[in-house]
């Protein structure tokens, strides 16, 4: 039995995760084996409900956990609280640093059946679009301190911090990564201006040239990926970067496949406990209208079987059931184009058809 914190959060979240829920029942049934899903506040709803973004009873449930399946925070509700209430910055980051989750995995894919609604010409993507972003996600940045506003308000500070620590354990999971793949890495920097990619830069070349040789290794300036992301995405196999630069190229790679809903993620400490979420918001614009696009959140919980779990034939049972459904023409409203042989289906309707074809 395998215990998961299921904590969906805001907007969009609980309709996704439901959908997820019913893809569990399934591999539970088809595999023989028992999730005890337990649910619990986190975000804009526990600031409702409890006061606070992450509730003491919410992290402990996630402490007793194998894993922890997320759907997303926030929204323009609680906006105006001060930034460590709001609920990303006071329960995402927090849970991301209370587990050590230091690496995010994104897989970024085009299904062949989807290539519509790819933002790029066909001509772009004719060799497929299969990339894994590994984006170091406990440190940089985000975490570095000092970081205040001056009391005259008059500057701000931030600082980006990186330990030779932190950037070899992230490297090795890239290199491991690629070595499954096509077995290229692509070092994201800013080796020309910040002395934290000059280091990150040397770190990842010394482990590559004493333990990887066999992989390919590029370094590229992130202005440049950012660049050839949409120039020529198919020349990317594995993406390994910092916090921020990988934040904002995910995104980016994330609407080459149409739609922020397609997509998931995993974050993972050396123990391999992860926490999965789709890589989008809670899309408030479209909340509570049952059309959200539940692929982010379904493929997320196929994530959690695969490194959490090591349910590696659910995993695959579950994206290729998707990639099927997919080719039948279903669609949610984010990626329907009335294109001969599609159809549009809700947000319940698609969980549904998917669960069949599992
Ligand atoms: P968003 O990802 O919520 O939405 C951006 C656009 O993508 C919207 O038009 C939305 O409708 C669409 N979209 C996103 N997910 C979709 C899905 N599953 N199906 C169909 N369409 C989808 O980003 P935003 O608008 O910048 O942020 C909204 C709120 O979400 C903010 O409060 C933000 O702080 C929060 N947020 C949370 C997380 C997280 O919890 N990890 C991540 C990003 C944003």
Not at 138 to 161: C, H, L, W
Request: aromatic share 8%; charged share 25%.
């Amino acid at each position: 039995m395998f215990k998961v914190a299921v904590l969906p959060g805001d907007g969009i979240g609980p309709e996704v995760m439901a959908q997820a829920m019913k893809i569990l029942k399934k591999i539970e049934k088809k595999y023989s084996v028992k999730f005890d899903c337990k649910f619990s506040d986190v975000g804009g709803i526990a600031i409702d409900n409890y006061g606070e973004p992450l509730p003491q009873h919410t992290l402990k449930l996630c402490e007793e956990s194998d894993a922890i399946l997320f759907g997303s925070v926030g929204g323009p509700k609680w906006e105006n609280l001060p930034p460590e209430k709001q609920p990303e910055r006071g329960a995402l980051l927090p849970l991301r640093k209370h587990f050590n989750l230091f690496v995010n995995i994104r897989p970024v894919k085009v299904y062949p059946a989807l290539k519509e609604s790819c933002s790029l010409k066909d001509k772009f993507i004719q060799q497929g679009l299969d990339i894994v972003i590994l984006r170091e996600l406990t440190g940089g940045i985000y975490f570095g301190q000092p970081k205040y506003i001056s009391e005259d308000r008059n500057y701000a500070v931030d600082t980006m911090k990186y330990t030779v620590e932190e950037i070899k354990r992230i490297a090795k999971v890239a290199f491991e990564t690629a070595r499954l793949r096509k077995k290229i890495v692509t070092s994201v920097d800013k080796a020309n201006v910040l002395m934290t990619s000059v280091l990150w830069r040397e770190i990842v070349t010394e482990l590559w040239e004493k333990d990887y040789p066999d992989i390919k290794l590029n370094h590229m300036y992130v202005d440049n990926a950012a660049m050839q992301l949409v120039r020529n995405p198919s020349q990317f196999d594995v993406i390994l970067t910092e916090n921020m630069f990988g934040d904002i190229l995910s995104d980016e790679a994330a609407m080459l496949t149409g739609s922020l809903g397609m997509l998931p993620s995993a974050s993972l400490n050396e123990r391999g406990f992860g926490l999965y979420e789709p890589i989008g918001g809670t899309a408030p614009d479209i909340a509570g209208q049952n059309i959200a696009n539940p692929t982010a959140q379904i493929l997320s919980a196929a994530l959690m079987l695969r490194y959490s779990f090591k349910m590696d034939d659910a995993a695959r049972d579950i994206e290729n059931a998707l990639e099927n459904l997919i080719a039948k023409g279903a669609r949610t409203s984010d990626i329907f184009y009335g294109d001969p042989g599609t159809y549009k289906v809700s947000t319940e309707e698609f969980g549904d058809e998917l669960a069949e074809l599992i």
